[in-house]
């Protein structure tokens, strides 16, 4: 079993920037696709971006390409989100999660999941 553990939330502005940090133990990082998700208050939990082993990428859709940008670091077992020209809208929970294998945006399919870091962008 992974355990991740998040970092870098906050309250910033629109238009400002943030950048999160997933940091995963337990299992062989460099095997492990992460995914990032978010939730709203009264939303369902939603897929924001992945990565895989290899450093493929893949986004949730036009709400945040151009603007968010995954990275992963298997030295430090660390995976980056950097959220850009941040809108009022992207207020939510944020969550990374683990799986072997390749990304999926289904929840259901990544076993392992940190606590969530708040991510609160003022208008």
């Known amino acids: 079993q992974a355990h991740l553990v998040e970092s870098g939330g906050g309250l910033v502005q629109a238009g400002g920037s943030l950048g999160l940090s997933c940091v995963v133990s337990?299992?062989?990082?460099?095997?492990?696709?992460v995914g990032w998700f978010r939730q709203a208050p009264g939303k369902e939990r939603e897929f924001v971006a992945g990565?895989?082993?290899?450093?493929?990428?893949?986004y949730s859709g036009d709400s945040v390409k151009g603007r968010f940008t995954i990275g992963r670091d298997n030295a430090l077992n660390t995976v980056y989100l950097q959220m850009n020209s941040l809108k009022p809208e992207d207020t939510a929970t944020y969550y990374c999660?683990?799986?072997?294998?390749?990304?999926?945006?289904?929840?259901?399919?990544?076993?392992?999941w940190g606590q969530g870091t708040q991510v609160t962008v003022s208008s």
């Open positions: 999660a683990a799986r072997p294998g390749i990304v999926t945006a289904i929840d259901k399919l990544y076993a392992d």
């Open positions: 337990g299992r062989t990082f460099s095997s492990l696709a």
């Open positions: 990565i895989n082993w290899n450093g493929a990428t893949r």
